[in-house]
């Protein structure tokens, strides 16, 4: 079994082709379809007629500005941005006041007044209490200042808010829809074509060949089928690395649990081919076939777009015997809507279920018709 196992692995090292094309594909369609994880950033340019502004409590607090990213620049490089339409508005700052320059008549613009207005006032406020507050001495006024700012951060009343969502209501998430369709939908091909040596070697009589030796046959069975499932494991491992450390989607610090519970699909879909193998007769029935189920259980399965806007009670019974529609629910339950273990074990019991009964089947079709 070792034997199998290292032979496969250093014929996947000599070519790795259709494992790097669809590893890429996945990434590729998931990165243009899908974003980075989060909504883009709005780019704001300021200019500070004075220095002392851009240092001052209002050019601080705009830098830190979570919502928005407030960049310094010149006045003629932000009435460039403004022009070509880089920006949707931008702003002059001067010690008493702002003036507000509006490339994109849009929400955010009056969003991005309100933030400069309220730290303007914010500002005024601090300069008439320490006008009215008579301290002389530098010290004194800065201590006073420090206290009045560390008040505001830490006020008298809390205001705490929270949501509830209804029982027929749903979360939708670009990033994370395309990312785990596109995901579960390639790593159908890639386990089902190392699935394949098994009909091919096996139709050739490479099989007869090798249980003469002292390898058996359940041996040569569990060493193909391990090593297509680590690879198609491998393969979704790697797309959630590079999202995660590369692209900074961070699956809501959910990341180990949905490397861990995706097993269950990767090995229902092990079995699947497997099972598909034991149908199909020739090599080319299977190129035939595996194309039109995985597209089909990507569409079925909410792959390609959420399953809850499908009204057609058919394909909705339909999705309920499809793998992939249980993949997206436990990694949608992880991520998007941060489900417990407990609330993923229905789809992962239906999961091993179904892996279990189709590897049964197939390697069962398959002894019986002697393929």
Known sequence: MIGILLARIRL????????????????GFALVLGGSGGPATVQVPLYAEDQEVQNSFIGNALVENETYSFDWTSKAELEEIITNGKAEAGAILTNDGYQLIVGVDSPNAALIENTLSDLYRKQHLEEEIMTSSGLENQADQEELLNELRLSQESPVFSISNSHFRGTNTWMYDSTFQT???????????????NVLPILIEKKDGIWDRIILSPVKKWEMYTANLLYTFFEGYLQVVIIFLIFRYWVGVDFNGRFIEALLFVIPYVFAIVAMSIFLTALVKTTQQFNAVIPILAISMAMIGGAYWPIEIVESEFLLALSKINPLTYGMEILNGI????????????????????GVVMMGLGIHLMEKRHV
Not at 179 to 193: D, E, H, N, Q, S
Not at 335 to 354: C, D, H, K, R
Request: a neutral charge.
């Open 179 to 193: 990312l785990f369709g596109f995901t579960l939908f390639f790593v159908i091909y890639t386990i089902a074509y």
């Open 335 to 354: 991520a998007v809507y941060g489900f417990q273990v407990e609330e993923l074990l229905f789809p992962i019991s239906i999961l091993v279920i179904m």
């Open 12 to 27: 996947f090292i000599r070519k790795p082709l259709t494992f790097v094309i669809f590893t890429g594909m996945s990434i």
